[in-house]
């Protein structure tokens, strides 16, 4: 006799939604969560959670082995979706086009989780006007070994330019270690005008704090807290307001008032925490939309910054270079670099512990060496294949004396998939 697969059907506001396999475990390290108790956490934050996706193509980063197994990327709506959640189709760069799912419910909400979509990932433009943005995304994403108060003051510089623009800023913490401003805009510009402003913005919190901020787009080039000015370009999407992420202790993007900002701890706002603070002070992003701004003074920056000989800055490696764009290769690959960054590849998998343990066997081989690392010269990459990630680790060896420098060896461990798929194209992921 074949075994019944255990479901729960919920009535969510009239409509039926079934969640298969309940009490699988999807969180088990620091905190045990099954796919239930995630569908509970979203239900009791669904009016914000709701907030940061209505009306927005999503993205499906699906979980469906839980949040400690790899993830995969789900562009096209499931052939097999309620005819009550709409749907609507997008192009891309590469040419290509998706029907995107668009969800506006909360019944829609938990229909999206229950295919393991511990994340959501909504587009930057509505349904109804696909080709002009109404956010600009500012993604504050540390280095390594970059302290939380280091995020904390970028933030707060951010939110201080921001002001003197006549724009506001609504900042959120990205559940991971970084943050998050998003800035509600007028939908009058397109994606490459939204970008070209976000650079300029990038650009100038770079100059105002040069040894906290940086707008360089290759790692190697990095220091403190990377402004990302690529995820305004389109098909771009970050993890929005009231996301869980897949770290052990289940820590939610949080939405926050500038004056929290100064004290918040990232740690303390997980799916165990956020649907009481949820319920006790509402949702601190309630507003956003009654408050759009426009990008006339970022782009008059951006113009000046032209003038300047800046020019435009690297695009993401699947986009068409642009007019006015650099070089798009890594200094260290460049044939006529002015600084060559030493850099050697230590680990390739699509499992990131595996390959940070294959950076520990590295570091024990060339004990000598490491011991002139710092934090910033270990490049852990998410690398994006078509539809799920891989992990390479780099170790920059610039700090380290020449005569000591290891040669490349074959990475340990090696399991580099879209090599294996014969295909040599790779891109960063955003998380």
Same mark, same amino acid.
């Given at each position: 006799?074949?075994?019944?697969?255990?479901?729960?059907?919920?009535?969510?506001?009239?409509?039926?939604?079934?969640?298969?396999?309940?009490?699988?475990?999807?969180?088990?390290?620091?905190?045990?969560?099954?796919?239930?108790? #995630?569908?509970?956490?979203?239900?009791?934050?669904?009016?914000?959670?709701?907030?940061?996706?209505? %009306?927005?193509?999503?993205?499906?980063?699906?979980?469906?082995?839980?949040?400690?197994?790899?993830?995969?990327?789900?562009? !096209?709506?499931?052939?097999?979706?309620?005819?009550?959640?709409?749907?609507?189709? #997008?192009?891309?760069?590469? /040419?290509?086009?998706?029907?995107?799912?668009?969800?506006?419910? =909360?019944? /829609? #909400?938990?229909?999206?989780?229950?295919?393991?979509?511990?994340?959501?990932?909504?587009?930057?433009?509505?349904?109804?006007?696909?080709?002009?943005?109404?956010?600009?995304?500012?993604?504050?994403?540390?280095?390594?070994?970059?302290?939380? +108060?280091?995020?904390?003051?970028?933030?707060?510089?951010?939110?201080?330019?921001?002001?003197?623009?006549?724009?506001?800023?609504?900042?959120?913490?990205?559940?991971?270690?970084?943050?998050?401003?998003?800035? !509600?805009?007028?939908?009058?510009?397109?994606?490459?005008?939204?970008?070209?402003?976000?650079?300029?913005?990038?650009?100038?919190?770079?100059?105002?704090?040069?040894?906290? =901020?940086?707008?360089?787009?290759?790692?190697?080039?990095?220091?403190?807290?990377?402004?990302?000015?690529?995820?305004?370009?389109?098909?771009?999407?970050?993890?929005?307001?009231?996301?869980?992420?897949?770290?052990?202790?289940?820590? @939610?993007?949080?939405?926050?008032?500038?004056? +929290? @900002?100064?004290?918040?701890?990232?740690?303390?706002?997980?799916?165990?925490?956020?649907?009481?603070?949820?319920?006790?002070?509402?949702?601190?992003?309630?507003?956003?939309?009654?408050?759009?701004?426009?990008?006339? &003074?970022?782009? +008059? $920056?951006?113009?000046? %910054?032209?003038?300047?000989?800046?020019?435009?800055?690297?695009?993401?490696?699947?986009?068409?270079?642009?007019?006015?764009?650099?070089?798009?290769?890594?200094?260290?690959?460049?044939?006529?670099?002015?600084? &060559? $960054?030493?850099?050697?590849? @230590?680990?390739?998998?699509?499992?990131?512990?595996?390959?940070?343990?294959?950076?520990?066997?590295?570091?024990?081989?060339?004990?000598? =060496?490491?011991?002139?690392?710092?934090? *910033?010269?270990? #490049? @852990? *990459?998410? $690398?994006?294949?078509?539809?799920?990630?891989?992990? !390479?680790?780099?170790?920059?060896?610039?700090?380290?004396?020449?005569?000591?420098?290891?040669?490349?060896?074959?990475?340990?461990? *090696?399991?580099?998939?879209?090599?294996?798929?014969?295909?040599?194209?790779?891109?960063?992921?955003?998380?």
């Amino acid at each position: 006799m074949a075994k019944t697969e255990a479901v729960e059907i919920l009535s969510i506001d009239g409509l039926e939604v079934r969640v298969t396999h309940p009490e699988k475990l999807y969180f088990s390290k620091e905190t045990r969560l099954t796919k239930l108790d #995630l569908v509970h956490y979203y239900l009791s934050v669904a009016p914000g959670a709701l907030a940061g996706i209505r %009306d927005r193509p999503l993205v499906l980063k699906r979980f469906v082995n839980g949040a400690e197994a790899p993830a995969f990327y789900q562009k !096209r709506a499931p052939a097999d979706h309620p005819s009550w959640l709409q749907t609507v189709t #997008l192009s891309f760069p590469s /040419g290509r086009t998706a029907e995107e799912l668009v969800v506006n419910q =909360a019944a /829609g #909400l938990i229909w999206v989780v229950n295919l393991g979509c511990i994340e959501l990932h909504p587009h930057a433009i509505r349904a109804t006007d696909l080709d002009h943005p109404d956010e600009l995304r500012i993604d504050l994403d540390p280095g390594p070994g970059v302290e939380w +108060e280091d995020v904390r003051n970028v933030a707060l510089e951010v939110h201080a330019f921001l002001e003197e623009l006549g724009l506001r800023g609504w900042p959120k913490t990205s559940g991971s270690r970084g943050m998050h401003v998003n800035v !509600r805009i007028e939908p009058r510009w397109t994606f490459e005008e939204v970008r070209r402003a976000a650079l300029a913005l990038s650009r100038e919190i770079e100059r105002r704090a040069p040894s906290l =901020a940086t707008s360089k787009w290759w790692k190697e080039e990095r220091h403190g807290v990377f402004l990302d000015y690529n995820q305004n370009a389109k098909d771009r999407t970050t993890a929005s307001a009231y996301s869980v992420r897949p770290l052990p202790d289940a820590r @939610v993007s949080m939405p926050l008032s500038w004056n +929290e @900002v100064r004290e918040c701890n990232p740690a303390d706002f997980t799916v165990l925490t956020v649907p009481g603070l949820f319920a006790a002070r509402g949702d601190a992003h309630a507003d956003m939309d009654v408050h759009p701004g426009s990008l006339e &003074k970022l782009l +008059e $920056m951006a113009a000046r %910054d032209d003038a300047a000989g800046l020019g435009d800055a690297p695009w993401p490696p699947h986009f068409r270079k642009t007019e006015g764009e650099g070089t798009r290769v890594a200094p260290s690959r460049a044939k006529k670099p002015r600084v &060559k $960054m030493p850099l050697v590849t @230590v680990a390739n998998s699509p499992d990131k512990d595996a390959a940070l343990a294959g950076l520990d066997r590295w570091k024990t081989r060339h004990a000598e =060496a490491a011991s002139h690392l710092e934090p *910033d010269d270990i #490049l @852990v *990459d998410s $690398m994006r294949g078509r539809s799920s990630t891989w992990t !390479r680790i780099r170790v920059n060896l610039r700090h380290v004396p020449e005569a000591m420098r290891p040669v490349e060896e074959t990475p340990d461990p *090696d399991d580099d998939p879209t090599r294996k798929a014969g295909r040599s194209r790779r891109q960063p992921a955003k998380n």
